[in-house]
């Protein structure tokens, strides 16, 4: 099959035409889908560790299962995204199964460990807003008619678990010293929400998601949306976050230095440090974080067991 033109894609889409199949798709354009699709696979995948350690925290049996349905959830998004990636040309079950840790794709806050009831629902009010916010914009954006039409379904699905998170928040807050528990918390997962939308517009290397719309918004448009609806929440119910909306520029802004250096093991930003390069953002990410092995290890171990068995 003769691949299509960086002519033809241009064309194609030039005429406001989906993307359904390989042979309309340039080697660029290809591996470009391929590209933003591994991540959000991966990242829908590691969420269902992260969140299940977590909910063993949980106060009632309802919580629980309501846990275990957003972790369901999580689960056929990523099957979803593994799926099309399948029709790419890329092998599902070596993808999933036979990649080692550290070469899985997805945000460093998954491997920093969620350990309480409180944690899992900050990580729904704010992790789960960055899904709803990155891909609400795939959803809104995007030239790969498959994956648009897939994310009918996500984009319910990432809205019911922010809204999760932020009915949980509420509930906490009433608590005794529930305020103090949702700030320790908010403390060291907010930097790394604001990590997750990825390097500043000016450093961003693959453009190829603007440029064949993959997306439709930049890097610090997307922070921008997150917090226009992360910070009014978190204001409502007397949770500081280090920003303040500057009027004269007409955004947020950070009133800490970002990128820093954090300190995954206790889960504490070294603000004092002062700011850091994104060359050593990037070298942290690379080494992945504490639970990558094991959350990976998680998902790889029963396939690896029934392997074994049928030797």
């Known amino acids: 099959m003769i691949p299509a033109t960086e002519a033809d894609v241009k064309t194609r889409l030039a005429e406001g035409r989906l ?4 042979d309309q798709m340039s080697p660029v354009y290809l591996e470009g889908i391929k590209r933003i699709l591994t991540v959000s696979a991966d990242t829908e995948l590691i969420s269902a560790p992260a969140y299940y350690y977590a909910a063993q925290d ?4 309802n919580a629980y299962v309501s846990a275990m349905g957003i972790i369901q959830d999580e689960l056929g998004h990523a099957h979803i995204a593994y799926r099309l990636l399948e029709d790419l040309g890329v092998n599902k079950e070596e993808l999933i199964y036979e ?3 550290e070469e899985f794709k997805y945000p460093y806050a998954f491997d920093v460990s969620l350990e309480t009831w409180v944690e899992l629902v900050v990580a729904n009010a704010f992790y789960d807003r960055a899904g709803y916010v990155l891909l609400g914009d795939v959803f809104k954006h995007s030239t790969f008619g498959p994956w648009k039409r897939a994310l009918t379904k996500v984009d319910r699905e990432e809205n019911f678990h922010l809204r999760h998170g932020e009915t949980w928040m509420r509930k906490i807050v009433e608590e005794p010293s529930g305020r103090e528990k949702l700030q320790r918390a908010i403390d060291w997962m907010f930097p790394l929400t604001m990590e997750w939308f990825g390097l500043p517009d000016d450093l961003k290397k693959h453009t190829e998601q603007l440029d064949y719309g993959f997306k439709g918004s930049t890097n610090n448009t997307l922070r921008q949306i997150w917090m ?4 009014p929440l978190c204001e409502e119910l007397g949770l500081r976050l280090p920003v303040h909306f500057d009027k004269g520029q007409g955004q947020y802004v950070f009133d800490f230095p970002f990128p ?3 300190d995954a093991k206790n889960k504490r930003w070294l603000f004092e440090k002062g700011p850091i390069s994104w060359d050593e953002v990037l070298k942290r990410w690379k080494a992945r974080g504490p639970m990558n092995a094991q959350f990976v290890g ?3 171990r029963g396939h690896r067991e029934l392997a074994a068995m049928k030797q």
Do not use: H, K, L
Not at 19 to 22: K, N
Not at 58 to 61: C, D, K, L, M, R
Not at 228 to 231: F, L
């Open 19 to 22: 993307m359904e199949t390989v």
């Open 58 to 61: 949980a106060p009632s049996i």
């Open 99 to 101: 990649r080692r840790p």
């Open 228 to 231: 226009s609806t992360g910070v």
């Open 260 to 262: 820093c250096e954090f």
């Open 298 to 300: 998680n998902v790889q």
